[in-house]
């Protein structure tokens, strides 16, 4: 029996060290050119790591056809082995011949697949083919990683696209907005990458090249001159072929009369292409001295080629892409790209009917140079991908779960949901004290623990520990299940690593302060950190008033001012977190001294501690009580001191008031115009006496289309621990953070 248990121990280690051993088997399905231009950085990179990922290529669709240029010799030439070549292409001008071409290639890849046996497949984009391969790999059990997954660019295209989403298990997507849509689509977060387009790692890192007059002058002539041609490239829109053709013969017409020197590319398969190239053909373009037309170039020389022309123009995503990272003027015409993101540099002709309207946006762009933008992709997108594919645990269920919004409370629950409420544990730390709560989903606190915060690091530790694991006892008790840890703090936080960066003055010893390590292990539990101004506007987007609101600003006015901004329903941290220090807007080029060292800030004229120095000022020039009011000898004076006196007819109280007031408004008057926001939340001690005066301000001061924008007081008590708790129920439950 013990040798029998020893020998499935011995079993089940080799197993596991086969399984950490083994490379993955990564195979890359290629099309067409436009797609091996994103896939190809990616094969490079799996090639380059022999010893982590074995690669297998699949070529079919356009590239087998050689009216499309065979382009299957580049991955040849490349030096790629390809595995297979299967010619998936039905002739034909019209859409069912590219739903035969569908069911074609789903006749002929189960063999492939079942010979090769990937581990996983990668699919880019939006073509049909590639519903083949997602839709045959799907049924066949095989984990299939997305490629450019959530854009939208308004034809057929974003059907096909959501539909292979919906097949994939892994995303890499290029922008946050695309991210954003495949988590609005119910896909899982943890397998979306955020990765960029990876046909920027190339195109980055290439496109300042000595000979590229070289490249021009092959392609368009000898006499050709640098942003002084047009490159063209106009595809099929196959929801309305007809009306396509005809901005194509436009297109053609207004470049004959605009007379530049003009690289046309063929367009690629999709239906209507045959009558396209037949208007080509039919006005001459081939014969024209100004055009070169071409079925294909590759994409290293296409970089150039697109960098330094005067122009590009008709509804390829390369004009919305690639082209905006070099500035190129792109004129978008018709609805194809109508819904992608696009830099300054894309002027849209959606209704593109007339060749003058054409013909005058040639005028319009021609020549200009835009400023490059990275929308798609910074030109590390191929690192990132290799990372995500090689943390992929195969021994993880191949079947896909999607995260549905909760719709209402189900009747039919499980066990774990019946027994025990979940919660997190919401740590606040602030300069005085140091409270720990735990808080379940509705944002109730159902605890709350309080202590004096310690003077120093190790003390403050030893409290912060004992009062979690106190809480985490309780909790069995009240049938709570603490999902995780959420803390608070002054400061400015690295949120990432979970690490405060520089404390204020108020907390001492605080500064570059591993929070998450030591609470997690010490708990067994996730841990995440922010600043207390962030956890205050997370508050408001889970619990209060920034419920469903996708801009607003959350300002504290407490003892320091503080606040955090929600973007696109996305909290703001910054490149260096810094983003959000609301206090430290600066309001004035003198003024009084600041906490942070500077003059001028908003905190230094309105915060609490700002408000009790002049309290204190005019105390002890003897300006400050007035009759009525009540003030104790030995009492402390305060920044309700100022207010009570203000209220009972102070000037001076009234003075310092009105300074403060106007500070505050100007500085949330600059929010406005730099983020625009749709609301302002005002929360602390002092939100209720500031939000009529910053109303009145905003009103006043802000330009016409701000003016409208309220101020509303906060209703929630404990912003700082609410907000604590939010990262914990918005990350552990999976909704979107």
Not at 48 to 75: A, C, K, Q, W
Not at 604 to 633: I, N, T, W, Y
Request: proline fraction near 3%; aromatic fraction near 6%; hydrophobic fraction near 40%.
């Amino acid at each position: 029996m013990q040798r029998t248990k020893e020998k499935i121990e011995r079993e089940k280690t080799d197993e596991n060290m086969y399984q950490s051993n083994r490379k993955l088997k990564v195979c890359v399905a290629t099309c067409n050119r436009a797609d091996y231009s994103k896939l190809a950085p990616i094969m490079f990179g799996l090639k380059s790591h022999p010893d982590e990922f074995e690669l297998e290529v699949v070529v079919l669709g356009s590239h087998l056809i050689d009216d499309y240029g065979n382009t299957f010799r580049m991955i040849e030439q490349d030096d790629f082995d390809i595995g297979s070549k299967l010619h998936t292409i039905v002739r034909g001008e019209d859409e069912a011949a590219m739903v035969e071409s569908v069911g074609l290639a789903l006749v002929k890849l189960p063999d492939v697949l079942q010979r090769l046996r990937p581990d996983i497949l990668v699919v880019h984009g939006d073509r049909f083919d590639a519903l083949a391969l997602a839709t045959a790999a799907a049924l066949m059990n095989i984990r299939i990683l997305h490629l450019e997954g959530g854009e939208v660019s308004g034809t057929i295209d974003d059907s096909i696209r959501h539909a292979i989403s919906k097949l994939a298990h892994y995303h890499a997507c290029c922008t946050r907005m695309a991210e954003q849509h495949l988590i609005a689509m119910c896909e899982d977060h943890s397998r979306i990458l955020l990765a960029g387009c990876p046909s920027y790692d190339k195109l980055l890192s290439t496109y300042h090249r000595d000979d590229y007059m070289d490249i021009i002058k092959s392609w368009l002539g000898d006499k050709v001159k640098d942003h002084d041609y047009i490159v063209a490239l106009q595809h099929p829109v196959t929801t309305d072929i007809q009306h396509s053709i005809k901005i194509y013969g436009l297109m053609l017409d207004a470049l004959i009369s605009f007379n530049k020197r003009t690289l046309i590319l063929f367009p690629n398969i999709d239906a209507g292409s045959k009558e396209m190239v037949r208007v080509m053909r039919k006005k001459g373009i081939e014969q024209h001295p100004n055009f070169r037309a071409v079925k294909h170039i590759p994409f290293e020389q296409f970089i150039q080629l697109v960098c330094h022309a005067g122009c590009m123009i008709g509804n390829s995503s390369c004009g919305v892409r690639e082209a905006g990272a070099f500035g190129t003027p792109v004129i978008n015409l018709g609805t194809r790209q109508t819904g992608r993101e696009t830099g300054e540099n894309v002027l849209h002709v959606r209704d593109a009917d007339t060749h003058n309207k054409i013909y005058h946006a040639l005028e319009l762009q021609f020549g200009k140079r835009y400023p490059g933008s990275k929308i798609y992709g910074d030109g590390n997108a191929v690192p990132r991908i290799l990372k995500f594919l090689s943390n992929i645990n195969l021994k993880d269920p191949l079947q896909k779960t999607f995260c549905f919004p909760p719709v209402k409370d189900t009747i039919s629950q499980d066990i774990d949901h019946i027994l025990e409420t979940q919660s997190a544990l919401a740590v606040d730390l602030g300069g005085t004290n140091l409270r720990v709560a735990i808080i379940c989903k509705q944002g109730s606190i159902v605890r709350k623990y309080t202590e004096a915060n310690p003077k120093t690091f190790e003390d403050r530790m030893r409290l912060i520990l004992k009062m979690c694991k106190d809480a985490v006892r309780d909790a069995v008790h009240l049938n709570c299940r603490i999902l995780g840890v959420g803390i608070s703090t002054g400061g400015r936080v690295n949120p990432q690593e979970g690490i405060v960066l520089h404390s204020t003055k108020l907390i001492q010893e605080w500064s570059s302060v591993d929070l998450r390590t030591p609470i997690s292990d010490a708990l067994g539990l996730p841990v995440w950190v922010d600043n207390d101004g962030n956890c205050a506007a997370l508050a408001e987007r889970k619990f209060g008033h920034g419920k469903g609101v996708e801009n607003f600003a959350t300002v504290i006015t407490g003892t320091g001012i503080g606040g955090g901004i929600i973007h696109n329903y996305e909290l703001i941290h910054g490149s260096t977190f810094c983003a959000a220090e609301l206090g430290h807007i600066k309001v004035s080029l003198e003024g009084p001294e600041c906490s942070c060292g500077s003059q001028g800030c908003i905190e230094a004229f309105a915060s609490g501690m700002a408000l009790q120095r002049e309290a204190k000022r005019l105390h002890d020039e003897d300006l400050l009580k007035v009759d009525g009011m009540d003030m104790k000898l030995a009492e402390p004076i305060t920044a309700g001191h100022l207010i009570s006196a203000a209220k009972n007819g102070n000037s001076k109280a009234n003075a310092v008031l009105h300074k403060a007031s106007m500070a505050l408004g100007v500085g949330i008057v600059n929010i406005l115009h730099i983020v625009n926001p749709s609301l302002v939340i005002l929360s602390g001690v002092l939100a209720s006496y500031y939000q009529a005066p910053v109303q009145h301000i905003i009103t006043e001061r802000a330009l016409v289309s701000a003016q409208g924008i309220k101020v509303v007081k906060s209703d929630l008590e404990e912003p700082a621990l609410l907000g604590a708790a939010s990262m914990v129920l918005d990350y552990a439950t999976r909704r979107t953070y």
